[in-house]
């Protein structure tokens, strides 16, 4: 079994629309934070780009990604070879599920019920996120999961490091590399876990209220 952070960021907020040299900075402190909480990959997704990180990772596998930001809601494509650059909401659903696997990546539907209606679009996924800030009750995307018969996945979706590793991912797999990890997914040999310890679980409540008073959550 690998454990794998599916869902990350290298900065803390959403201000820049592309790499900066803060990058690699992030990218380090979230290898350290992983190798703490006894992962063995993350996944960088940061939103609308992906950047090769040229950085010592000890043990631990830098899995390429990249949070699209689509017509209908956010997609998270990782594996060997995921887009470099996209344009906020100039990508449908569809369009993305076919780039993620023509570039034998996966498709997952981030945070299905925040600032999205992906999940009411019949198209094949590969899995639905278990998001670490989780700002619905998990059994609400357990029954999503089970009517299309999907998979779930964890992701911490951390923007600052120590966030790292709150939801995860555990993949049935001898290998941590991003081809051997995107096909336990699309074989449905992945399955999420939490991290409830009392400080994370703070942060998550405090996420859940800024998100519901933003109105961002779908019930």
Not at 44 to 73: F, Q
Not at 181 to 207: C, H, K, M, T
């Amino acid at each position: 079994m690998v454990t794998v952070d599916l869902h990350t960021h290298t900065r803390f907020f959403h201000a820049f629309s592309g790499p900066t040299s803060y990058d690699p900075i992030g990218a380090r402190l979230l290898v350290a934070f992983a190798q703490w909480r006894g992962l063995d990959a993350v996944a960088v997704t940061n939103h609308d780009y992906y950047s090769r990180l040229d950085i010592d990772t000890g043990s631990l596998t830098l899995i390429p990604g990249i949070e699209v930001s689509t017509t209908a809601g956010h997609v998270l494509v990782v594996g060997p070879e995921p887009p470099m650059r996209t344009t906020p909401g100039a990508l449908t659903p569809e369009e993305i599920i076919d780039i993620a696997h023509e570039r034998d990546c996966a498709a997952i539907v981030a945070h299905p019920f925040r600032n999205s209606v992906v999940r009411d679009l019949d198209l094949p996924f590969d899995a639905y996120e278990v998001n670490g800030k989780r700002s619905v009750p998990i059994d609400q995307i357990q029954q999503l999961a089970e009517t299309d018969e999907t998979s779930l996945v964890g992701g911490s979706d951390a923007h600052f490091p120590f966030e790292v590793g709150r939801a995860y991912t555990e993949v049935d797999t001898e290998e941590s590399t991003p081809k051997a990890v995107v096909r336990a997914i699309r074989d449905g040999r992945a399955d999420y876990r939490l991290n409830e310890s009392i400080p994370l679980e703070l942060i998550r409540q405090f996420y859940k209220r800024v998100h519901r008073l933003k109105g961002h959550v779908d019930h």
